[in-house]
């Protein structure tokens, strides 16, 4: 927590003296507390490029109502579940702090998987699919085999999920290797310790009105459509 918000929540306490039990008053201020000090609410990012842009493989009615129905719900209810959160803090209420990470936890990890797919996919003509090159492509091909051995194994932890879920390519900082690791729901990467560099999303709504129920397809084809470039500069920040 910052100094700011803490110094507005301790101006907040002591103003409110024998009436700070009142939840709703207090969580009333927070919110403008919040603001005053600088805790800004979450945001749906702009996405790097045209809905259609990365037809064919992924339609351009697909990626529209993925950014801004899927991932916009992501983050309304990531910003009221962290309002809930600060005046149940502010109330002491652990018991209802606790009831609320399971959402947070979801909505928190929606909108942080989605930040990184849309940078992770870009349209053919601004360099999609074009293979990485340099210490990335070093690091896939010493890791994995070759290239193609990767997309291999990355579509088949994919099609594995059971449900709804991601896989990722991810960097293990402790062990300096690349790691293939599937998730369900929208359990972010850092749940289990590794740096997200790709993220390929495998809930239905990722693919279904294109690829109907055949997700090994939708598998198949997204690999035209990924930023290696912006992939590469993850890898190079995550060493
Ligand atoms: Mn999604």
Redesign the pocket.
Same mark, same amino acid.
């Given at each position: 927590m910052s100094a700011a918000l803490i110094n507005a929540l301790e101006t907040i306490v002591s103003s409110s003296g024998s009436s700070s039990k009142n939840i709703i008053s207090i969580s009333r201020k927070l919110a403008t507390a919040s603001s005053a000090a600088g805790m800004q609410s979450f945001k749906l990012p702009d996405m790097p490029y045209d809905y259609g842009a990365l037809e064919p493989t992924l339609s351009g009615e697909i990626m529209k109502l +993925?950014h801004s129905k +899927?991932?916009q719900a992501?983050v309304t209810n990531l910003n009221a579940s962290l309002e809930k959160y600060r005046a149940a803090e502010l109330s002491g209420n652990v018991a209802e702090m606790i009831a609320l990470q399971q959402a947070i936890r979801f909505n928190g990890g929606?909108h942080v998987?989605?930040a990184i797919?849309w940078q992770n996919l870009a349209p053919k003509s601004a360099g999609g699919g074009v293979e990485p090159t340099g210490e990335l492509a070093s690091a896939i091909s010493s890791r994995f085999g070759s290239f193609a051995s990767l997309k291999q194994q990355m579509s088949a932890s994919g099609a594995s999920v059971q449900g709804s879920g991601?896989t990722w390519l991810g960097y293990n900082k402790a062990t300096a290797r690349l790691e293939i690791t599937a998730l369900p729901n929208?359990d972010p990467l850092s749940t289990v310790g590794l740096i997200p560099l790709l993220g390929i999303?495998v809930?239905e +709504?990722?693919y279904y009105l294109q690829y109907k129920n055949v997700r090994p397809d939708y598998l198949a084809a997204i690999w035209n459509v990924i930023n290696w470039t912006d992939v590469a500069k993850r890898f190079a920040a995550a060493k």
């Amino acid at each position: 927590m910052s100094a700011a918000l803490i110094n507005a929540l301790e101006t907040i306490v002591s103003s409110s003296g024998s009436s700070s039990k009142n939840i709703i008053s207090i969580s009333r201020k927070l919110a403008t507390a919040s603001s005053a000090a600088g805790m800004q609410s979450f945001k749906l990012p702009d996405m790097p490029y045209d809905y259609g842009a990365l037809e064919p493989t992924l339609s351009g009615e697909i990626m529209k109502l +993925h950014h801004s129905k +899927h991932h916009q719900a992501y983050v309304t209810n990531l910003n009221a579940s962290l309002e809930k959160y600060r005046a149940a803090e502010l109330s002491g209420n652990v018991a209802e702090m606790i009831a609320l990470q399971q959402a947070i936890r979801f909505n928190g990890g929606g909108h942080v998987n989605h930040a990184i797919f849309w940078q992770n996919l870009a349209p053919k003509s601004a360099g999609g699919g074009v293979e990485p090159t340099g210490e990335l492509a070093s690091a896939i091909s010493s890791r994995f085999g070759s290239f193609a051995s990767l997309k291999q194994q990355m579509s088949a932890s994919g099609a594995s999920v059971q449900g709804s879920g991601w896989t990722w390519l991810g960097y293990n900082k402790a062990t300096a290797r690349l790691e293939i690791t599937a998730l369900p729901n929208q359990d972010p990467l850092s749940t289990v310790g590794l740096i997200p560099l790709l993220g390929i999303d495998v809930w239905e +709504h990722a693919y279904y009105l294109q690829y109907k129920n055949v997700r090994p397809d939708y598998l198949a084809a997204i690999w035209n459509v990924i930023n290696w470039t912006d992939v590469a500069k993850r890898f190079a920040a995550a060493k």
